[in-house]
Each structure stands twice: as structure tokens, then as C-alpha cells.
């Protein structure tokens, strides 16, 4: 098949659903037993439950997890997606050929009210370093099909890594068209960073002209709300040709629960929320119930072990880190200040276990590229051109220490090629890392990329980064771009390179995708080279350069 017949299959063929029956030999449809008890499975669904899609995630060298929730309603305000309240026996097969005829694994799975319905299904014993093809079955339903993967083995370096990562889909402020054109893209692995979907109501966090789309719900506080919500994002088109496309690594920031809240901490303390735990746990809960994990970030109460470590055999190993739940509360509230509380030694991002976590990972790593796949913005960027320091209180920056701390452990522990990816801001940006971010003559340590976001903050605009004055004000910063869309990278032993894909639009569909910037990190030369800058487009210029008020307000502006 063409490359681009696979793609048109992959896009098409598997976010609409393969039309074929499920092989005999997987769903025994000569069987009369099989038959009833197919029956006696879908008894109480009137409607097609697969409304929410499909999903795979957290691949190793001899499988994944497979994902799906039954929701025959899912913008229902219980949160329970029109189930009847008991569980259901859900098949899934796994196939080695995209054309779903050659069965290697299948069984069943329980999807149980008590999960939302969900079904988690670890496979194992599987080939590695190759594409497989998956769907589950109800009764006479039959899901969409999705694509995914297994790692290289651990010896192995496989071929070269295409990685795309993204942030910030904010549903009312436009549509999720770059998940479609990543879907495209037709990617080995996608991560996302953070702010899959977010905690408002309807018109409160709200762009210039209006919001395109609109939550339904009130703002998620109990589990119903947050069942409601995710339900909402997963039913989206483009968000479904994404998940069925490639396996994905997830990690959660702050809209998942509540906008920059810090372990125990919501985001506005002085409002008295004596409910804000039992919030946190509903919220955890659903996450794990809408996400392909593995049964180790099953939440117990307001806990959920998101931080975990995947291999892409010896070219990468993927640090995914929790930077929300651990954290000491922002030293001086939120928003870009000049704090003592920043540099205190005793505060932490990560808390100390992860953080000795961390430490060990890169002693014992023998990977190519270590690949650190955060939350927050991890360079230092002051607003400020004088003496004072002014930063993100949300950011690393508010961690000075911790940063610190984490920059030399890889330093000491010589990892061959530190990257760190980050979402968050709403921007692409390409930066150095540092150790000491005040002598800018210093050697640089590190790369981080940060892709922008998929649709938070309206179709943005285009602008020379070469004008904006954080890269005068930090050196080491070394690209900045506000329209919306995705990096997507490629991860081989001599560099990774990284393409900076923009949509000139999300307030209305269909929209293309241009590379605006490439960056590549070449193997042991630390930080960023630029490679390809696509000219300003003129459609979407801005007519003055980006100032540091407008840069602060799109980035920490909330109701």
C-alpha cells in the first residue's frame, strides 16, 4: 500500500470504523451459543456504545495498553453515557494487518460502571518494533479500529523515532484540526503534555469575538462533571482520528482538575473549598478512566502514579514527569513576579521521591536521548531588561532549586543527550538549557521544545521571533511563535529534529498545516540549531511585534 493510501486508510478507514464483521475466528459468529451470548452482552443498548472512540498507550518492546468507554450518550449530565448500571463484557482483538484479517490476540474485558465504563486491556507477548491493529466488540457493535505499536526491543535501536507531542485543547476556543493533520503525519508515537481538556463552564474562559464551541456542563467539580467533560473532548472527531492513529504517552498539567492548583492546593486558597480533595480524587479518577494506562496509575483516593518511565529501546527513553500533583504551592501566587520564595532551596516541582526517581534514571540510563516529557516551561525566561528577575511563579522558574537540582543530575550522571519537552504557554518555543541561566556565555546543557497549543487561545497570529523581546532578554531562547498546532519530531542516533507545525486557523475547520521552523539537537552537541525558517505568511501577521505584556496575558490570562 502507497504511503499515501496508508495514510487516507489510517485517517479514514480507522476513526470512521472498518465496515467488515469481525472474523469468525475472533467473534465465532457461526456459533449459536456465541450468538447469545452475544445477545445476553448488549442486552440494555439501544445505540452503537462506541461513541467515544478508541485508543492505545504506554507501549513497550512486547505491547500496550488498549483503551475504550461505552457511552450510548455522551454528553449525559450523571456522566454515565445513557449505560444501563451494570457491567458489560467488551471483546478485543488485536491484528497484525490493517486490513483486520489476521488475528494474534483477542479476549474480553469487563467494562464496569464503578470505571465509567471504561476498558483497560494490557496485551503482551507480541512482536517488537512493529504496527499492529486493534478493535473491541458488544454484542453486535463493533468499534472503530486504531493503529499502534510496540517499541524496539531494549538492545535495539529500531529506526528512526517519529514523535509528535502536544498541549492545551481548550474545546470552545476552536476546532481540534491539528490532531487531524498529526493523525496525517502518521506518527510512531504522540505525546500529550498536559491540558487535554479544561475544568470551565461555558463563557467564562472566553476569546476575543466570542468562543467558537461550548462546554456542556457545569464546571467540573464531581465525578459526574468530569465523566461529562472528557466524554465531550473524546467525542470530537479530530481528537478520535488522533487516538486511532499511534500510541500515546499522557500526562496531566492543571485544567484537568483546576487551573494552577499545586498538590492539595487549589488554585485560589483564600476562597474557602473544604470539597477541593474530593474534587481532586473525582478528577483523577476520570482521567485514569479516560486514558490508555496501565493498571499502575489506577488512583487510590487523591493519588494517581502518572510519573513512569518508557523505552524506545536504545535510541530513547521517555522520563514522563508529574509536575502538579508533588509540588510546593507557587511561592508568591501565580503570574510573572520577582520572588525570594523562587530560589529557596527546600521548594520543590517535583517532590522528592520523583525527583530521586529521576536522578536514578539517568544514572542507569544508556539510552541515545533521554527525553524528559513535562508540563511547564523549563528554561529561565525573565520579562524583565533590568536588574529586577521577573518570571512565571507557575513555571521551573518558580522552582529555581529543583531545576537546578534536575540540570545537574544529568550534568554528573552524563547523559548522552538531555531533551526536555514542554506544553502549557500556549506558544512554540525552542530554547538551550542552561545551568546557570545569569552568565549567558556559559555552555549550554540541554534543549527543551515546546510545542503550542492545539486550540487554546483562538487562532493566534504569525510574527517574527527574531522581534519578540524575551529572545533579547534571554539569550538562549532562541524561537517564539502564537499560532496554534504541534511539534513533530524525528528521533534517529546522529540528531532529532524537530518540525514547528502551525494552522493559520482553528476558529473554523479544515484548516492546513505548514512547518513554520525546524530545530535540530545533534548527537552530543547540546542545545538548538535552527534549520528552516518559513517566511512571515502575510494572511496572519501581525502588524507590531509581540510585546512582553502581550506574551504574559496569552499566557497566564484565566476568568
Known amino acids: 500500500m502507497s504511503k499515501l493510501n496508508r495514510r487516507h486508510f489510517l485517517v479514514t478507514g480507522l476513526a470512521a470504523g472498518a465496515a467488515a464483521a469481525i472474523p469468525a475466528t475472533a467473534a465465532h459468529a457461526d456459533d449459536p451459543a456465541a450468538e447469545t451470548a452475544q445477545s445476553l452482552a448488549s442486552r440494555g443498548l439501544r445505540a452503537d456504545p462506541f461513541t467515544l472512540g478508541v485508543a492505545s498507550g504506554d507501549p513497550d ?53 464503578e470505571w465509567g465504563h471504561s476498558v483497560h486491556v494490557e496485551v503482551q507477548n507480541l512482536s517488537s518494533d512493529r504496527e499492529y491493529w486493534y478493535r473491541f466488540r458488544v454484542g453486535p457493535y463493533v468499534s472503530p479500529a486504531g493503529r499502534t505499536r ?36 502518521h506518527p510512531d508515537l504522540i505525546l500529550h503534555l498536559g491540558d487535554y481538556q479544561y475544568e470551565y463552564t461555558k463563557n467564562t474562559y472566553t476569546i476575543p469575538g466570542g468562543n467558537i464551541r461550548h462546554h456542556e456542563g457545569p464546571e467540573t467539580e464531581t465525578l459526574a462533571n468530569y465523566r461529562q467533560r472528557h466524554a465531550q473532548y473524546k467525542a470530537d472527531p479530530d481528537l478520535q482520528v488522533a487516538h486511532a492513529a499511534a500510541p500515546w504517552l499522557v500526562v496531566w498539567d492543571d485544567h484537568e482538575l483546576d487551573n494552577n492548583w499545586a498538590d492539595e492546593v487549589p488554585e485560589k486558597p483564600e476562597v474557602p473549598q473544604p470539597g ?8 483523577f479518577r476520570a482521567y485514569y478512566e479516560n486514558m490508555p494506562l496501565r493498571r499502575t496509575s489506577i488512583p487510590r483516593g487523591i493519588d494517581m502514579q502518572l510519573y513512569r518511565r518508557i523505552r524506545w529501546g536504545r535510541m530513547a527513553t521517555f522520563h514522563m514527569l508529574d509536575t502538579r500533583q508533588y509540588r510546593d504551592d507557587q511561592g508568591c501566587g501565580d503570574g510573572y513576579k520577582d520572588c525570594p520564595a523562587s530560589v529557596d532551596p527546600a521548594r520543590s516541582i517535583t517532590g522528592a521521591e520523583q525527583e530521586a526517581w529521576l536522578m536514578d534514571g539517568f544514572r542507569h540510563s544508556r539510552a541515545q536521548w533521554d527525553i524528559l516529557g513535562q508540563q511547564v516551561f523549563f528554561a529561565q525566561r525573565d520579562n ?3 536588574p529586577a528577575k ?108 524537530a518540525d514547528f507545525k502551525v494552522v493559520p ?31 512571515l505568511d502575510p494572511t496572519v501577521l501581525r502588524t507590531a511585534p509581540m510585546t512582553v505584556e502581550e506574551t504574559v496575558r496569552l499566557e497566564t490570562e484565566r476568568p
Open 61 to 113: 518492546h512486547e505491547g500496550f495498553v488498549l483503551w475504550t468507554r461505552l457511552a450510548q450518550e455522551p454528553l449525559a449530565e450523571d456522566g454515565l453515557g445513557g449505560m444501563p448500571q451494570r457491567p458489560f463484557t467488551v471483546q478485543w482483538q488485536v491484528y497484525a494487518d490493517e486490513r483486520l484479517r489476521r488475528v494474534v490476540r483477542s479476549g474480553v474485558a469487563v467494562a464496569a460502571p
Open 150 to 185: 510496540t517499541a524496539p526491543h531494549p538492545l535495539s535501536y529500531g529506526g528512526g523515532l517519529a514523535m509528535a507531542f502536544v498541549s492545551c485543547a481548550q474545546f470552545e476556543h476552536g476546532y481540534f484540526t491539528s490532531y487531524r493533520r498529526l493523525a496525517e503525519e
Open 276 to 283: 477541593f480533595l474530593t474534587r481532586r480524587e473525582a478528577a
Open 384 to 386: 524583565n531588561a533590568g
Open 390 to 497: 521577573i518570571t512565571s511563579q507557575d513555571a521551573w522558574d518558580g522552582y529555581v532549586a529543583s531545576r537546578r537540582r534536575i540540570t545537574q543530575g544529568w550534568i554528573d550522571a552524563e547523559v548522552r543527550n538531555p531533551v526536555v519537552l514542554t506544553g502549557d504557554v500556549h506558544a512554540h518555543w525552542a530554547s538551550d538549557l542552561k545551568l546557570d541561566y545569569d552568565d549567558p556565555t556559559g555552555p549550554s546543557v540541554g534543549a527543551e521544545l515546546v510545542a503550542s497549543s492545539i486550540s487554546t487561545g483562538g487562532n493566534g497570529a504569525d510574527s517574527d521571533p527574531a522581534t519578540h523581546p524575551f529572545l533579547t532578554i534571554n539569550p538562549h531562547l532562541k524561537f517564539y511563535n502564537n499560532q496554534r498546532g504541534y511539534v513533530l519530531t524525528k528521533i534517529e542516533r546522529e540528531q532529532m529534529s
Open 505 to 535: 486557523r482553528v476558529t473554523e475547520p479544515g484548516a492546513d498545516v505548514h512547518t513554520r521552523a525546524t530545530f535540530v539537537v545533534e548527537d552530543r552537541v547540546p542545545g538548538v540549531q535552527q534549520t528552516y525558517l518559513r517566511p
